[in-house]
């Protein structure tokens, strides 16, 4: 499959996948500014209430995308299987897709009826979306703090805002559900706070939650959604989280402010043994995430830039290999991360 084609079949999965990523439970230890009693929970308290309910709701509902001036409903499940989340998503209005996630592999079936399984690259991957965010990080280039009150599916929400202090970041704004600390509605903003997506729920009914021998339990794998999406258990080969991000024969120069190489896989082996160069690189300021990969240049990669909804990409050809930058960042910003990769002297 040529990269322009592999590009866009790629980018279509992380962009649906967002769609099951959209209820980003992180946590912090650090304390955030004091609350008066009536605006309830400290907003970084609230964000840690969502990590608690998504690690141990179970849940089924409708959601519905905008994205622009396109609107699609879609049907999610959410359950608990060994303790681990298993998640499965249907598109309910336009053409057929349906996806599912799993701690390993998120796996898609796109229009055509062909099925794309991505593996998602080690617990390195996931902390920012299921780990710790660190609130003292973030402070240089967002605000933390409340923003009211509000009702989303019939159900009471406090609204907590992440909001970007420049332009080289994406902002949040999350609708959680007072009863459950689940986010029922979450805004993706630009730094003038203007919406580039918008996931909200329209009905959901709340299964219990997993009790501490379910989640210990080798319950069998959800089955998605009037679906048949296969989820493949394959690990990504990474680092573990406390050894050091091996760059070479790669670095990067001048990364865009707040943003660092977070994580990385090694590279890759081929079936005769000889290790090549095609690599993967997490860069991140801590709350947004751009992939950067690195495989030998065939001469049909993206040149210039590309976007999907709030997904931007950009790429560039060095030293007779493909750079190509994806994520979920304004575009700028995925340019500048492409442009940093250099190889070392």
């Known amino acids: 499959m040529k990269l322009v084609a592999a590009l866009g079949s790629r980018l279509s999965v992380l962009l649906i996948s967002l769609l099951l990523g959209f209820l980003l439970p992180w946590v912090s230890a650090a304390n955030d500014a004091e609350q008066a009693p009536e605006a309830g929970p400290a907003p970084i308290a609230l964000l840690g209430q969502m990590s608690k309910a998504l690690s141990e709701l179970e849940y089924e509902g409708t959601l519905v995308y905008l994205n622009g001036h396109e609107l699609s409903t879609l049907r999610i499940a959410h359950r608990i299987n060994g303790g681990q989340a298993h998640e499965s998503l249907l598109a309910l209005s336009g053409p057929v897709r349906a996806v599912a996630r799993s701690r390993q592999t998120v796996t898609c079936v796109l229009p055509d009826a062909r099925a794309i399984s991505v ?37 009471d929400t406090l609204v907590v805002g992440i909001i970007p202090k420049d332009d080289l970041r994406y902002g949040y704004r999350f609708f959680v559900d007072k009863d459950t600390g689940l986010p029922l509605k979450t805004d993706l903003m630009d730094s003038s706070a203007t919406p580039i997506e918008q996931v909200m729920f329209t009905e959901i009914e709340f299964l219990g939650r997993a009790s501490a021998d379910a989640m210990a339990a080798n319950a069998a794998p959800l ?105 979920e960042a304004p575009l700028q910003t995925v340019q500048a991360i492409a442009a940093a990769v250099r190889t070392q002297p």
């Open 119 to 155: 593996p998602r690259h080690s617990a390195h991957a996931a902390t920012l979306h299921s780990g710790t965010l660190d609130a003292e990080r973030l402070r240089p280039h967002y605000l933390i703090h409340h923003l009211g009150q509000s009702r989303v599916a019939g159900r």
């Open 223 to 327: 089955q998605p959604l009037e679906a048949a999406v296969s989820v493949n258990s394959g690990l990504a080969h990474s680092a573990p989280a406390s050894a050091p991000i091996d760059l070479a024969p790669w670095s990067f120069s001048e990364l865009p402010a707040g943003y660092a190489v977070v994580a990385g896989d090694p590279p890759a082996t081929d079936t005769k043994g000889t290790k090549g160069q095609r690599r993967w690189f997490m860069v991140s300021d801590g709350l947004s995430v751009v992939s950067v990969y690195i495989e030998p240049d065939q001469g049909y990669g993206l040149a210039g830039h590309k976007r999907i909804g709030a997904m931007n990409a950009a790429g560039r050809s060095l030293n007779g290999y493909q750079i190509t930058a994806v994520g």
